[in-house]
């Protein structure tokens, strides 16, 4: 059985007094889910005080990033050395806004994947398509082509500990969410390509969540769909009421 999990994706938003302000909120609204895996993915200057927050509760904490170097001259980068050093247990890769802002490629993404499984982190694992390739009818063919990419140097082991975001791209952010059916079908495509290229044990172990504006209103229309197994939640995950909502859906 495969344990949901739903992470926040906190993007560009808290201070360090804001972010432990938030994470002092939801703490309790959350501890009688134990059912689902609970992660918060603060901004880099507020995980270290966020992880002092988090000791004793059953949040886990996420970064939104990482570098794929353990060390080096690399301006502005956090190695993953580091965020394991701040107790972070997961971190994002591959997020949309990078591979558009940052021009992050799935050759870097990669990189990522293996540094992080290197240090000891969870990786969760972005991928989807624009608006226009779903209209064209090329949304399975985006989202192989990138996990395909995005895996290589990777093996069953590794991929069983990872969680991949299917978040239509379209719908980051907009309000605009994906079809619960369709958001299923993504889930059950990707299911089958780690299955062929991984193996069954993998395809059976791996979690997929849905991400792209979820809300308490619609959570539970994606999180009772067959293979989806939880959330990468973004504007929702900025008040604790409504994230702490969006986790009693998936306990349920």
């Given at each position: ?47 270290h005080a966020v992880a ?32 394991k050093d701040v107790g ?126 979820v809300s308490p209103a ?35």
């Amino acid at each position: 059985m495969r344990r949901p999990i739903i992470a926040g994706n906190w993007k560009m938003h808290k201070t360090v007094a804001e972010a432990l302000a938030l994470v002092r909120e939801l703490a309790p609204q959350v501890a009688g889910e134990e059912r689902v895996e609970v992660v918060v993915c603060p901004p880099f200057t507020a995980l270290h005080a966020v992880a002092q927050a988090l000791a004793g509760t059953r949040i886990a904490l996420g970064a939104q990033n990482l570098f794929w170097e353990e060390q080096g001259a690399f301006t502005g980068e956090v190695s993953p050395l580091m965020l394991k050093d701040v107790g972070v247990k997961y971190v994002i890769v591959g997020h949309s806004e990078r591979r558009a802002y940052q021009r992050e490629s799935d050759e870097e993404v990669a990189k990522k994947l293996t540094a992080a499984f290197r240090a000891g982190l969870t990786p969760i694992l972005c991928v989807g398509e624009q608006l226009a390739e779903r209209e064209a009818g090329r949304a399975e063919t985006v989202v192989g082509a990138q996990l395909a990419a995005d895996l290589t140097g990777l093996d069953g082991a590794a991929v069983q500990k990872l969680v991949i975001a299917y978040e239509p791209i379209w719908a980051i952010g907009t309000g605009r969410s994906a079809q619960p059916e369709d958001a299923a079908a993504m889930a059950a495509f990707i299911r089958r390509k780690i299955e062929t290229a991984f193996g069954k044990e993998a395809a059976a172990a791996l979690r997929i969540q849905y991400g792209g504006s979820v809300s308490p209103a619609n959570s539970r229309e994606f999180l009772t769909q067959e293979g989806i197994d939880g959330a990468l939640v973004g504007g929702a995950s900025l008040k604790a009421d409504s994230f702490a909502a969006i986790v009693a859906a998936a306990h349920k």
